[in-house]
């Protein structure tokens, strides 16, 4: 297991952009799966985007349909970190966003597959 932290999270009007930042602390992501996950209040979690890469490569990225083309998910090499760019944000997409490791090599869109978590970072929508 890898210990997560996410940053960049915040309040912003509807139409704007955000970019949530996941970084390994003490360790490194190495080649396992990374997601995106958010849980809204009431609400179960859900999946937002996956990414698989190989040296600097991202080989593989998946998202959710509520995100497709607005949201973009990246490897930073330099910094060892997953991005998630978020743009044309909706009221919708508030929730609390969670970066996820599997160590297994498993990922996907099923969050029980993912053995290390962050502890969140909250995004909100609102004018």
């Known amino acids: 297991q890898v210990q997560l932290v996410e940053s960049g999270g915040g309040l912003v009007q509807p139409g704007g952009s955000l970019r949530l930042s996941c970084t390994a602390s003490?360790?490194?992501?190495?080649?396992?799966?990374v997601g995106w996950f958010r849980q809204a209040p009431g609400k179960e979690r859900e999946f937002v985007a996956t990414?698989?890469?190989?040296?600097?490569?991202?080989?593989?990225?998946d998202y959710a349909d509520a995100v497709k083309g607005r949201f973009t998910i990246s490897r930073d090499s330099v910094k060892d970190a997953v991005d998630l760019q978020m743009n044309s944000l909706k009221p919708e997409d508030t929730a609390v966003y969670y970066c996820?490791?599997?160590?297994?090599?498993?990922?996907?869109?099923?969050?029980?597959?993912?053995?290390?978590w962050g502890q969140g970072t909250q995004v909100t929508v609102s004018s």
């Open positions: 996820a490791a599997a160590s297994s090599g498993a990922g996907g869109r099923v969050f029980r597959l993912y053995d290390s």
């Open positions: 003490g360790g490194t992501f190495s080649t396992y799966p």
């Open positions: 990414t698989r890469w190989s040296g600097i490569r991202i080989y593989y990225a």
